[in-house]
T-cell receptor, first 113, second 115 residues
Framework: EDKVVQSPLSLVVHEGDTVTLNCSYE??????LLWYKQEKKAPTFLFML????IEKKSGRLSSILDKKELFSILNITATQTGDSAVYLC?????????????FGQGTELSVKP | KAGVTQTPRYLIKTRGQQVTLSCSPI?????VSWYQQTPGQGLQFLFE???????NKGNFPGRFSGRQFSNSRSEMNVSTLELGDSALYLC????FGQGRQETQYFGPGTRLLVL
C-alpha cells in the first residue's frame, strides 16, 4: 500500500530557530514529491521535487529529495511567527494515465515570539 | 488570474441527506481533483476529472460521486450522508492532470458538518 509518513507530527520553536521537517515514502509509480503549507484554509504550494539531490529554495525555505533513500526534508531558517502552519508532504503517483496525490499526516509547526 | 473557487464555503446537513459541492478551476486548467480532509485521516484523494471523464478514483464508497462539465467546472455529490462525512472538502486544479509532474492548486474548501 502506498504511504507517506511525516515527522515530527508537531513542533514548537521560537522565532529565529531553524527547523527541519521530514517526509518519507513508500510508493509505486512515483512522479514527484510536493510540499504544501496550510494555515486554516487551502494548502498553498511550496515546492515540487522530481530529481534527487537538487535543492529547491525560496527565501528562507528550502527542500531536497533523496529518491534512493525515499525521503525529503523541508528546512526553514530564521523562523517567524508567520511560519506557523501545518506543512504537508504529498507524493504524486502515476495512476491510470493520470495520477493522484498521497498525503502525509502533516507536521504542525508553531513558532513562538 | 483568479484562483480555484469552491461553493458553498460552509454547509450543515443531517444524516441521510445528500449534498452537492461545486468547484471552478483556474481558467485554462482541465484537471480537477477532489480531496477529503479530516483530523483523523488527513487529506485523502477522492477522484480526479479530466475532460469531463473520471480518470482516477480513491478508496471511497459509491455514495461519493462527481462530474465535470465542458467548461471544466466540477461538482461532487455525497448521498445518504453519515456523521463521518463531516470534513473539509478540497478541490484542486491543474492544467493536464497529476501525471504530468505539474503543480495542483487548491481551492479554499467547503466545510461540511453532518448532524
Amino acid at each position: 500500500e502506498d504511504k507517506v509518513v511525516q515527522s515530527p507530527l508537531s513542533l514548537v520553536v521560537h522565532e529565529g530557530d531553524t527547523v527541519t521537517l521530514n517526509c518519507s515514502y513508500e510508493v509505486t509509480n512515483f512522479r514527484s514529491l510536493l510540499w504544501y503549507k496550510q494555515e486554516k484554509k487551502a494548502p498553498t504550494f511550496l515546492f515540487m521535487l522530481t530529481s534527487s539531490g537538487i535543492e529547491k529554495k525560496s527565501g528562507r525555505l528550502s527542500s531536497i529529495l533523496d529518491k534512493k533513500e525515499l525521503f525529503s526534508i523541508l528546512n526553514i531558517t530564521a523562523t517567524q511567527t508567520g511560519d506557523s502552519a501545518v506543512y504537508l508532504c504529498a507524493v504524486d503517483l502515476l495512476y491510470n494515465q493520470g495520477g493522484k496525490l498521497i498525503f502525509g499526516q502533516g507536521t504542525e509547526l508553531s513558532v513562538k515570539p | 488570474k483568479a484562483g480555484v473557487t469552491q461553493t458553498p464555503r460552509y454547509l450543515i446537513k443531517t444524516r441521510g441527506q445528500q449534498v452537492t459541492l461545486s468547484c471552478s478551476p483556474i481558467s485554462g486548467h482541465r484537471s480537477v481533483s477532489w480531496y477529503q480532509q479530516t483530523p483523523g485521516q488527513g487529506l485523502q484523494f477522492l477522484f480526479e476529472y479530466f475532460s469531463e471523464t473520471q480518470r482516477n478514483k480513491g478508496n471511497f464508497p459509491g455514495r461519493f460521486s462527481g462530474r465535470q462539465f465542458s467548461n471544466s467546472r466540477s461538482e461532487m455529490n455525497v448521498s445518504t450522508l453519515e456523521l463521518g462525512d463531516s470534513a473539509l472538502y478540497l478541490c484542486a486544479s491543474s492544467l493536464f492532470g497529476q501525471g504530468r509532474q505539474e503543480t495542483q492548486y487548491f481551492g479554499p474548501g467547503t466545510r461540511l458538518l453532518v448532524l
